[in-house]
Each structure stands twice: as structure tokens, then as C-alpha cells.
């Protein structure tokens, strides 16, 4: 019984390592938003996984690229307010992937855990998925963090001295939408942008630096996931749940620190 | 006489059906220093973006030196306030190493402000900032975009010395955008005037007499004087005359 909780936490803090620096960048860049589109397209990942008995993780990662695609292309197409075009893309996309899967003959699949995560069935084998991904992520996000900062500050500046734009971009979304893939398991479809923004959030009035957020927003997300698990373990709370409830208490706790404002 | 770092032939750049820039010819020679002037929505912003090389054209030929080294300092800055970046690490995004960052920091005079927060700098810091970082890798061509923006009066005149004694140091061409028509630089050798199309181009005593440039900005005696107002004194918040030789942030001026 313990190696489930065991496996819990290993799968959810190797998420919230990654969710954490990552997530810093959703703050700065203001992408709350484009992080939820991406998210809830992940869904229609996994109907599309599904039909065509491919591995769902892959057909995440797959889906939500050729979202975030579509995002930066029609963002350069200004007719349209940003954020009215990811409200639609976003719920039409959710909404695609639950038609979708409630269609699907001979498929029966729990939409709570995909909707709000299913962090206690989590095996070996999807322990060592996390880490796999965790790792590969952290290794190409340590590769462009200076160039994604320059950019991310003043894009036309970077440029000028140099940075890549088209390509930092393209790994930034690239990164995105491998971790929507792992974190879904952990949180769901619906809460995975919280694991992004809350901890990267609360970790903002305890740094002087990017690179200070960043680590505190990893060891704040990985503190949410010790104790929404708790909380799971000994009052049967729903995981998921469980764990951004604890990220959004760091987060007012985190508000009575001035310091750094 | 050495060759053009920069040569713009007939350029055009339509946005939608709209010309935005109509046929514009420019040439930037080593150690010039020519002033961009122009109305809102003249085009400005769009010229130095082709510039920069960040935006493609419709029409015409742009011609880089190889040897073209730009250092860019933008209008402003939009820091979301939720990132936290030091003066310091602010440098070392292009520059790792640490003794040039605190030479050119140094040199534009903010070294003390080194490990504080961007956020915490004053305007006419921060526009000393991106003064540094424009400098960091010793360009020969410096592109300020309104550089004494927010800054005030007794400021905008300590930062025209710093650019000045900036180009003398680095023998850099300078191109400078701005929009206020009173202030320009005595060693402005060249003024650009653009709406559009180049209305006029030359020295800043031929543009102010140009029937063009009077069109565009009308004859108000004194629109365009070269900066020469001095101070010695300097006026408290009360109005009580400080003689003084610093000004707010300790930069000597007479």
C-alpha cells in the first residue's frame, strides 16, 4: 500500500521540478492563458491516441504542438483579439476531446481522472516516464533559459544582439507542451496550468533573480505536492485537487512576504 | 574615406495597402551622428526596425556593412513586473563576463545601482542602463530610440553628454529617434526629417528653413534650435536656488 504513496510522490514532485522553472516563463510572458488552451487541447490528444491505439503520452506531446503552432501563427494575424482567440480554441478544444471520447465504441475511460488526475494509480513505469521527460525538458530549458529571458524582456533587444527568436520560441513551445504531457497525470487536464503559474506565482516575493524564482518555484511545487498527498492519503481527498489547494495556500502564505515586491 | 555602414536605397514598407514607408534613402557613415525627427505615426518605429534588421521590406535595397556592429537601445522597457532581474544580471544576459559589465557600468555611471533590482531604478537610470547594455560589445553603430524619454529636464541634458562623450569614446556612428523638435544635439551633424517619405534631410540650420519641414511642424519661431542652455544652479523641490555642479544622480554638469 505504501509504494502507492511512494509512487505518488516521486511521479508528482518530478512534475513540479519541471512545472516550476517552466512556469516562470508563463508568468512573465503572461501565457496563463495559452498554457490552458494547450492543456485542454491535451484531451483531444488522448481521444486521438485512443482511436488510433498510439501511446498517449506521444499523442499529447503531438496535439499540443500542432496547437501551440496554430496559436503563434494566427497570433501574427492581429484581426482577432488574442485572448478571444484562446477562449475558443480552448474550449472547443476540451469540448472536442470529451465528444470525441464519449463516442468512442468499446473504450471505457474514466473522465475524472483525466479531467482532475489520477496521481495514486500512477505505476513504476510512469515514474520512470516522468523522470525521463523531467529530465530532457530541464536539460533543453537550461540550454535556452538566457536566450528565452533576453527575448521574454524585450524581444526586439535580443534580437538585435542575436538571439534566435523563431527557434527559442519553438523549443519554449516544444517544452510546453512535454510537460502538459507528464503533468497530466498528476493534476489533469483542467488544473494543469495551475501546477505552472501558482508556484512560479509564490515564489516571486522570495527572489531577487530568474533564476532564484525559478528553484523556489520547483521546491514550492514539489512542498504542494508532499502536502496535498498528505491531505489525500489521511482525509481521502481527491489527489489533484488536493494538490493545487495546497499551491494556492503557499501562494497567500507567500503574499504577507513584502520583501521582495 | 571609408566606406557606409549602412546604406537604405528606395525602401518601401506597406502595412495592409498603406505605405507606411514610401521610398526612404538613408546613409549612415562611420562616426556620424544623424537625428530621426518625425510626427507620430510618421514611420519612425518601422525605419529603425529595418534597421535592426527585424523586419523585412516591401521595396528597395538595404546594404550592411560586414563589419556593422549595432548596439540598440530601446524606447522602454516593459519589465513584467512579476520577473525579477538585477541591473547586473540585466547585462549578463549578453555579456558574461563580469568586468566588462562593471566597466560599462561604469562608464554610463550607475555602477553603485549594480545588484539592485531594474525595477528599483529611477527614470534617468534605467535609460543609463540600457545605455550600458547597448554598449556592452563595442558597437560601431549605436541606434537610441527616444532616448531621454521620462527623464527630466536637468536629466535629458546630463544623458545628451553621456551619448556625446559615448560616441567620442567608441567613435560609433548614432542614430538617434525623437520626436521633441526643441531639444537636439549641438553635434548632431545630420537631421532626417520623416513623414512617411524623408520630408527633408541635411543640417539642422538648413531643415529648420526647409518649406517641408515648416509644413509639417508650422513656423513657431525657435521649433528647432540646437541645444546649447547651460545651467549652474539647479532648483529645489521649494524653489530655492542650489548652486550646485551634481545633479539628482550625482552627475557633474555646468
New interface residues.
Given amino acids: 500500500m505504501i509504494d502507492v504513496l511512494l509512487f505518488a510522490l516521486l511521479a508528482g514532485i518530478g512534475v513540479a521540478l519541471i512545472t516550476g522553472p517552466l512556469g516562470t516563463f508563463i508568468v512573465w510572458r503572461r501565457m496563463a492563458y495559452f498554457g490552458d488552451t494547450l492543456a485542454h487541447s491535451s484531451l483531444l490528444g488522448i481521444a486521438l491516441g485512443l482511436i488510433f491505439s498510439l501511446n498517449t503520452t506521444l499523442s499529447v506531446i503531438f496535439t499540443c504542438l500542432v496547437f501551440a503552432l496554430i496559436l503563434v501563427g494566427l497570433e501574427q494575424n492581429k484581426n482577432l483579439a488574442s485572448d478571444t482567440l484562446l477562449g475558443i480554441l480552448s474550449h472547443t478544444s476540451l469540448a472536442f476531446g470529451l465528444v470525441v471520447i464519449t463516442l468512442m465504441p468499446n473504450v471505457k475511460v474514466d473522465l475524472m481522472s483525466l479531467l482532475f488526475g489520477d496521481l495514486l494509480t500512477v505505476n513504476f513505469k510512469d515514474v520512470i516516464t516522468v523522470y525521463i521527460i523531467s529530465t530532457i525538458t530541464l536539460l533543453m530549458l537550461v540550454k535556452i533559459w538566457d536566450p528565452l529571458l533576453a527575448i521574454t524582456i524585450d524581444e526586439d533587444l535580443g534580437r538585435t544582439e542575436g538571439v534566435k527568436f523563431k527557434l527559442v520560441r519553438m523549443m519554449f513551445m516544444l517544452l510546453i507542451a512535454l510537460v502538459i504531457a507528464v503533468a497530466m497525470k498528476v493534476v489533469g487536464v483542467l488544473l494543469i496550468t495551475s501546477l505552472l503559474i501558482i508556484p512560479a506565482a509564490t515564489a516571486r516575493s522570495y527572489s531577487k533573480t530568474p533564476e532564484q524564482m525559478a528553484f523556489f518555484a520547483s521546491l514550492i511545487g514539489s512542498f504542494s505536492v508532499v502536502l496535498g498527498l498528505l491531505a489525500s492519503w489521511f482525509i481521502d481527498t481527491p489527489a489533484g485537487p488536493s494538490i493545487v489547494l495546497s499551491a494556492g495556500l503557499l501562494f497567500l502564505i507567500s503574499l504577507t512576504n513584502k520583501k521582495n515586491q | 574615406m571609408s566606406s557606409p555602414l549602412i546604406t537604405l536605397n528606395k525602401v518601401s514598407k506597406y502595412h495592409n495597402t498603406k505605405e507606411t514607408l514610401s521610398s526612404v534613402s538613408l546613409t549612415i557613415n562611420p562616426g556620424q551622428i544623424i537625428t530621426l525627427i518625425g510626427p507620430n505615426g510618421a514611420g519612425k518605429t518601422t525605419l529603425v ?1 529595418i534597421i ?3 523586419i523585412d521590406i516591401d521595396e528597395g535595397v538595404v546594404f550592411r556593412s560586414p563589419d556593422l556592429r ?1 548596439g ?1 537601445m ?1 524606447q522602454k ?4 513586473q ?5 541591473l547586473e ?2 547585462l549578463r ?2 555579456e558574461k563576463n563580469t568586468k566588462i559589465c562593471s566597466e560599462v557600468l561604469e562608464e554610463v555611471g550607475i555602477i553603485n545601482q549594480m545588484k539592485c ?1 531594474l525595477s528599483s531604478l529611477s527614470g534617468g537610470e534605467m535609460q543609463r542602463a540600457l545605455l550600458a ?1 547597448a554598449i556592452l ?1 563595442k558597437p560601431n553603430f549605436l541606434v537610441l530610440d527616444e532616448p531621454v524619454q521620462g527623464v527630466d529636464v536637468a536629466g535629458q541634458e546630463a544623458l545628451y553628454k553621456l551619448i556625446e562623450e559615448l560616441h567620442r569614446k567608441l567613435n560609433c556612428a548614432v542614430l538617434m529617434v525623437s520626436h521633441d523638435l526643441h531639444v537636439v544635439m549641438s553635434s548632431t551633424n545630420e537631421v532626417l526629417c520623416l513623414n512617411n517619405h524623408v520630408c527633408c534631410h541635411g543640417r539642422p540650420d538648413q531643415v529648420s528653413k526647409n518649406p517641408a519641414f515648416i509644413e509639417l511642424f508650422g513656423e513657431s519661431t525657435n521649433t528647432y534650435t540646437t541645444y546649447t542652455h547651460h545651467h549652474d544652479h539647479k532648483h529645489e523641490l521649494h524653489g530655492e536656488v542650489k548652486l550646485s555642479k551634481l545633479d539628482e544622480n550625482g552627475f557633474s554638469h555646468d
Fill in positions: 526596425k535592426l534588421n527585424l549595432i540598440y530601446p522597457l516593459h519589465i513584467d512579476t520577473l525579477p532581474i538585477t544580471r540585466f544576459l549578453t533590482p547594455r560589445h
